[in-house]
């Protein structure tokens, strides 16, 4: 492939963002033609691809082409009308009585939801109290519950429900701060403002600052989120995404985490946010549009698969708050009723499905809940017994499973309390439900569930610390203690990743077999489920689940010399007896392929192949372990010919019974 530098550029810390986000600032000498409001959405669009709620743009008017920089202000449109939103902004710019003609600077954003409900209030651009600052934002704001607290005490109105509209108002404030109560002085720079602000946030952020003092000049910064630069033509551009601006500009930079700059149409300044200043390095890029798409990989589930340890981190930012309790995005359970919960039923689909599974054992396990996991649509056929005390949780990534909404209706209907996890804020589970948790997986485009199964995972998992927190099982210093284990658990996924060679060369020995076993234990079954699905529907393998000691019972009559076993074999309570069941098969001729951890040479003496991957408790492992069976679902099915986003006769989401 012709992009491996950048490859490894870009991606240092996470490959894509969950919103798109485009700064252009230009000399308006060197504009030509298109207006700048028409080049932002053109940016967009190119980021389309990714899906999107809302959307929205800003502009500086006024200042530069009439009298002096004080009379500009922010020209703002905003939409949230789904996919639509950037044809909404075209249609209201072209219908504006009086279309902004600055050309000089304007930044733009396409919103996936995580705070806050899609609507046009929580579309960015947001806006300080004054309306001088506008913000655009990709990533989460931890800790913006406090910030919102504070700034509201020092007199800011917010107008969002958004995590990103703080942003704004912490940079008036540092500007509040440095003159009293006057803005628009000559004391502190827009940089400077921001660099403070940013200094009292944590969490993810690539942002882009228009502020009406600045001429042309914008200010753009960057932690764990992407930023990429672009300069050219008397233009300089910032973008979440290389798409947005391939072709515009000659010249591309990526700014590092923790940085920030000023960029004129001429120039970049960077700092640090300590305020040491930085240089910017160029970097070669020869992707093509849809290679920088799909971050250099050649489709949307090798860029997604590899994404993962960054949406598990995002979906841990900020959720366990100060007191120790759990931040539910919407909820309309109290804590009491979560206390008298004496069953929980987790309903989903597919991977949905195979993501409960891999919980009930934490759930149980730590909050001596009995727990049920159902398929969706034997759920709401089976009669189950539910009461006001049961907690029914929905799991689905779209939010529009049928068998899901389905099985979460009934259990309403027979008073149960019903907890959403999805993926997509809004969704119809969502609205469905009495409470609900957004994985922060952001959009997944190949139809095999990778980054959203491991978010499912970890949402779950606290949901379950939680739980016994709350029924005072487990306490807070204790849930604090595993809560530090799954923070942990990104950078074990991203080494697990880093082995793709090893688990390639295993995908070559295997791509010509028609029928598969995978076997585990405890934790480990649901991964081998997990990892069969993968093989079934992207590469089209018979691939049959079971649990190991089950074999014995059937299954086994099914090995036969030269017959291929994957075995999840890392450490646990249970690994003794899949060593047994690996050598049950092994006796009768199997080929064994075993998940174990790295150094675990007594699983390596069982197997014929060994996909490593590093340990953590095991269960939290599953994230961890998943990882070398979707790669090698992956790498087989491209090794078969078969198209791995759209894998023949299925559907993303599945509307119908
Ligand atoms: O959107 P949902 O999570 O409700 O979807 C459930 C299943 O349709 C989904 O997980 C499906 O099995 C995937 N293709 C698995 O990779």
């Not at 207006?35 to 743009?57: F, M």
């Not at 149980?364 to 056929?381: N, V």
């Not at 997990?530 to 074999?551: D, H, Q, S, T, V």
């Amino acid at each position: 492939m012709q992009i491996q530098a950048q490859r490894l550029r870009l991606p240092s810390t996470r490959l894509d963002g969950v919103c798109g986000i485009i700064a252009i600032t230009r000399n308006p000498a060197a504009a030509g033609e298109q207006p700048l409001a028409g080049l932002l959405i053109d940016c967009l669009e190119r980021l389309e691809y990714r899906g999107y709620d809302s959307a929205g743009i800003a502009l500086l008017v006024g200042g530069m082409e009439s009298d002096g920089a004080d009379d500009a202000t922010i020209w703002r449109i905003r939409a949230a009308v789904s996919t639509q939103s950037l044809q909404e902004i075209k249609k209201r710019v072209q219908s504006a009585p009086r279309p902004p003609r600055s050309d000089s600077a304007g930044i733009g954003h396409t919103r996936w939801a995580t705070h806050g409900r899609p609507s046009e209030q929580n579309a960015h651009p947001h806006l300080d109290c004054t309306g001088n600052i506008a913000v655009v934002h990709n990533g989460i704001v931890e800790n913006w519950r406090e910030l919102a607290e504070e700034l509201t005490a020092s007199g800011h109105e917010l107008a969002s429900e958004t995590d990103s509209e703080v942003i704004a108002h912490l940079i008036e404030d540092e500007l509040r701060m440095d003159t009293g109560t006057q803005l628009h002085n000559n004391y502190m720079t827009t940089l400077e403002a921001t660099r403070r602000a940013l200094r009292r946030i944590t969490g993810s952020f690539a942002i882009a600052v228009l502020d009406t003092r600045s001429n042309s000049s914008l200010v753009v910064a960057r932690r764990l989120s992407p930023l990429v630069v672009g300069m050219g033509g008397g233009m300089c551009m910032a973008a979440s995404d290389l798409p947005a601006l391939l072709g515009l500009s000659g010249s591309y930079y990526v700014l590092e985490d923790g940085e920030i700059a000023e960029i004129t149409p001429e120039s970049i300044k960077a700092q640090d946010l300590d305020g040491q200043a930085r240089t910017l390095h160029p970097i070669h890029v020869s992707w093509d549009i849809e290679a920088a798409q799909k971050s250099g990989y050649d489709d949307f589930m090798g860029k997604e698969l590899h994404e993962q340890p960054t949406a598990v981190m995002d979906t841990l930012l900020g959720r366990f708050i100060s007191d120790g309790k759990l931040a539910l995005d919407e909820t309309r359970i109290t804590d009491d009723e979560l206390r008298e919960v004496d069953k929980v039923f987790i309903v989903g689909c597919g991977s949905s499905f195979h993501s409960g599974l891999v919980v009930k054992h934490a759930l149980e396990h730590w909050t001596r809940i009995p727990t049920e996991i159902d398929i969706s649509s034997e759920f709401r056929y089976r009669d189950p017994i539910l009461s006001s005390s049961s907690l029914v949780i929905g799991v689905s990534q779209s939010g529009e499973t049928m068998d899901t909404l389905q099985a979460i209706h009934l259990a309403r209907r027979l008073n149960a309390k019903v907890l959403a996890v999805s993926n997509v804020v809004d969704s119809s589970i969502t609205r469905q439900s009495d409470g609900v948790l957004y994985t922060r997986a952001g959009p997944e485009i190949g139809v095999a569930a990778t980054k959203t199964f491991s978010t499912q995972i970890v949402t779950l998992q606290m949901l379950a610390l939680y739980l016994a927190q709350l029924r005072g099982i487990l306490y807070h210093d204790e849930t604090s203690l595993i809560m530090d284990q799954l923070r942990d658990l990104p950078r074990l996924m991203q080494d697990a990743l880093d082995r793709d060679e090893a688990v390639r060369a295993v995908a070559e020995d295997i791509a010509g077999q028609r029928d598969l076993f995978y076997i585990g234990r405890n934790t480990g079954y649901p991964v081998a489920l997990e990892g069969a699905l993968k093989m079934k529907e992207i590469a089209y393998l018979r691939a049959e689940a079971y649990p190991a000691g089950e074999l014995k019972h059937g299954p086994i009559a099914l090995i036969e010399p030269g017959t291929v076993v994957l075995a999840v074999a890392t450490k646990g309570r249970l690994q003794k007896k899949m060593h047994t069941n690996i050598s049950e098969v092994k006796s009768r001729g199997a080929k064994v392929i075993a998940v174990a951890n790295d150094g675990d040479t007594g699983t390596a003496a069982l197997a014929d192949h060994v996909l490593y991957v590093p340990e953590t408790v095991s269960l939290l492992a599953p994230v961890v372990d998943v990882i070398p069976l979707q790669l090698l679902a992956y790498h087989v099915a491209r090794l078969r010919g078969c198209d791995v986003d759209r894998p023949r006769n299925l559907a993303k989401t599945v509307t119908v019974e």
